[in-house]
C-alpha cells in the first residue's frame, strides 16, 4: 500500500496540485493575471529558468504553495521543512523586483497550539529573505491570513504563539 502525506489522498502529487487550485483561488481577484505553472529565469551569476507554483509578470509576482503538516505523532516534518528552506533560496535567486509570496496550509500542533508556519518562521528566520510574505490558508474555514513577522525580532503574527 502506498504511503501519502494525507490519509485517504490519492498521491501526494494530487495533494499538492489541489492545494495550489485552492491558493489560485483565494488570489485570482487581486492577481488576476495569474498562471500556474510560472516560469521565472533566477539564479546568482548564471540564470536557469525555475518552475513557480503560480505567477504573473504583469503584477510581478510569485507564489509557492506547500499543504504540509506536523506528522501523526506531532513531530516537526524536517524533511519537509528542507523543501521550504528550498523555497526560500529560490526566492531569493529571483529578481528582487518580484513580490514573492509563500502559501502554507494552516496546520496547528495540538500540545503547543502552534501552527507549522510559525514553527518555521520561529525557528528558520536565517534562511528567509526578507521580502518573503507568509501566508495561512485555512481549510477548514476557506480563509487566507497574512501572517505578521519581523525577521529581526519575535514572530509576532495572529497565528501561533510569540515565543523565542
Same mark, same amino acid.
Given at each position: 500500500? %502506498?504511503?501519502?502525506?494525507?490519509?485517504? %489522498?490519492?498521491?501526494n502529487?494530487?495533494v499538492?496540485?489541489?492545494?495550489?487550485?485552492?491558493?489560485?483561488?483565494?488570489?485570482?481577484?487581486s492577481?488576476?493575471?495569474l498562471?500556474?505553472?510560472?516560469?521565472l529565469?533566477?539564479?546568482h551569476?548564471?540564470?536557469?529558468?525555475?518552475?513557480?507554483?503560480?505567477?504573473?509578470?504583469?503584477?510581478?509576482?510569485?507564489?509557492?504553495?506547500k499543504?504540509?503538516?506536523?506528522? =501523526?505523532g506531532?513531530n516537526? &516534518?524536517?524533511?519537509?521543512?528542507t523543501?521550504?528552506?528550498?523555497a526560500?533560496?529560490?526566492?531569493?535567486?529571483?529578481?528582487?523586483?518580484?513580490?514573492?509570496?509563500?502559501?502554507?496550509?494552516k496546520n496547528?500542533? &495540538?500540545?503547543?497550539?502552534?501552527?507549522?508556519? %510559525?514553527?518555521y518562521?520561529?525557528t528558520?528566520?536565517?534562511?528567509?529573505?526578507?521580502?518573503?510574505?507568509?501566508? =495561512?490558508i485555512?481549510?477548514?474555514?476557506?480563509?487566507?491570513?497574512?501572517?505578521?513577522?519581523?525577521?529581526?525580532?519575535?514572530?509576532?503574527?495572529?497565528?501561533?504563539?510569540?515565543?523565542?
Amino acid at each position: 500500500m %502506498a504511503q501519502h502525506q494525507r490519509k485517504n %489522498a490519492s498521491s501526494n502529487t494530487k495533494v499538492g496540485s489541489d492545494f495550489e487550485c485552492l491558493t489560485l483561488k483565494h488570489f485570482i481577484e487581486s492577481l488576476p493575471t495569474l498562471q500556474r505553472p510560472f516560469w521565472l529565469p533566477i539564479g546568482h551569476i548564471v540564470q536557469k529558468e525555475h518552475k513557480f507554483d503560480l505567477g504573473c509578470v504583469k503584477e510581478k509576482v510569485i507564489i509557492e504553495c506547500k499543504s504540509h503538516t506536523w506528522t =501523526e505523532g506531532g513531530n516537526v &516534518p524536517s524533511a519537509k521543512l528542507t523543501t521550504w528552506d528550498q523555497a526560500m533560496l529560490y526566492f531569493f535567486l529571483a529578481p528582487r523586483s518580484y513580490r514573492k509570496i509563500f502559501v502554507v496550509k494552516k496546520n496547528v500542533k &495540538p500540545k503547543t497550539n502552534e501552527t507549522l508556519a %510559525a514553527y518555521y518562521l520561529r525557528t528558520h528566520r536565517h534562511v528567509i529573505p526578507d521580502e518573503v510574505e507568509f501566508w =495561512e490558508i485555512d481549510e477548514k474555514k476557506n480563509s487566507i491570513e497574512q501572517l505578521v513577522f519581523d525577521l529581526t525580532q519575535k514572530f509576532t503574527g495572529k497565528s501561533g504563539v510569540n515565543q523565542e
